[in-house]
C-alpha cells in the first residue's frame, strides 16, 4: 500500500514533494500513483535499445522532471545520472543503468497496488 512511511522506507524523502502540493498528502499520493505508467519509461527504453541518445535524453530529462517535483529521491537520482551521460551522448552501455531505473519503477509499482 502505498503511504508516505512507505515511501520513506524505499528511500524517498517526501517532505519536499508533499511541499509542492500544498502538504496535500492525498493529491501528492494520487500523483506518485502516475509515475509508473508515465509513458517516458517506455521511451527511455525504446531510444537506447535503437541507439537514440537524443530521444533519450529528452526521455530522461522529462522523467528527471516528474521524479525531481515529486522528491522519489533513489530513481530521481538515477535519472540524472542516465541524463547526463545522455546529454553528453556518451557512447556507453546504458543498459544496467536502464535497469536499475526499471527496477526502482517496479517497485514503486509494486507499492501502489
Same mark, same amino acid.
Request: proline content about 4%.
Given at each position: 500500500?502505498?503511504? +508516505?512511511? #512507505?515511501?520513506?522506507?524505499?528511500?524517498?524523502?517526501? $517532505? $519536499? =514533494?508533499?511541499?509542492?502540493?500544498?502538504?496535500?498528502?492525498?493529491?501528492?499520493? /494520487?500523483?506518485? /500513483?502516475?509515475?509508473? =505508467? %508515465?509513458? =517516458?519509461?517506455? /521511451?527511455?527504453?525504446? #531510444? +537506447?535499445? #535503437?541507439?537514440?541518445?537524443?530521444?533519450?535524453?529528452?526521455?530522461?530529462? #522529462?522523467?528527471?522532471?516528474?521524479?525531481?517535483?515529486?522528491?522519489?529521491?533513489?530513481?530521481?537520482?538515477?535519472?540524472?545520472?542516465?541524463?547526463?551521460?545522455?546529454?553528453?551522448?556518451?557512447?556507453? %552501455?546504458? =543498459?544496467?543503468?536502464? $535497469?536499475?531505473?526499471?527496477?526502482?519503477?517496479?517497485?514503486?509499482? /509494486?507499492?501502489?497496488?
Amino acid at each position: 500500500m502505498l503511504t +508516505i512511511d #512507505a515511501l520513506r522506507e524505499m528511500g524517498v524523502k517526501p $517532505e $519536499e =514533494g508533499l511541499n509542492r502540493c500544498m502538504n496535500n498528502e492525498e493529491f501528492y499520493l /494520487k500523483l506518485v /500513483k502516475m509515475v509508473p =505508467g %508515465d509513458a =517516458g519509461f517506455v /521511451k527511455l527504453r525504446e #531510444a +537506447i535499445a #535503437a541507439g537514440d541518445l537524443e530521444a533519450g535524453f529528452e526521455a530522461a530529462h #522529462a522523467l528527471k522532471g516528474v521524479l525531481g517535483n515529486l522528491s522519489l529521491t533513489p530513481m530521481y537520482d538515477s535519472v540524472v545520472e542516465i541524463t547526463e551521460l545522455l546529454r553528453s551522448r556518451t557512447e556507453t %552501455d546504458y =543498459g544496467p543503468l536502464l $535497469e536499475t531505473i526499471l527496477a526502482q519503477r517496479d517497485a514503486l509499482e /509494486k507499492l501502489c497496488e
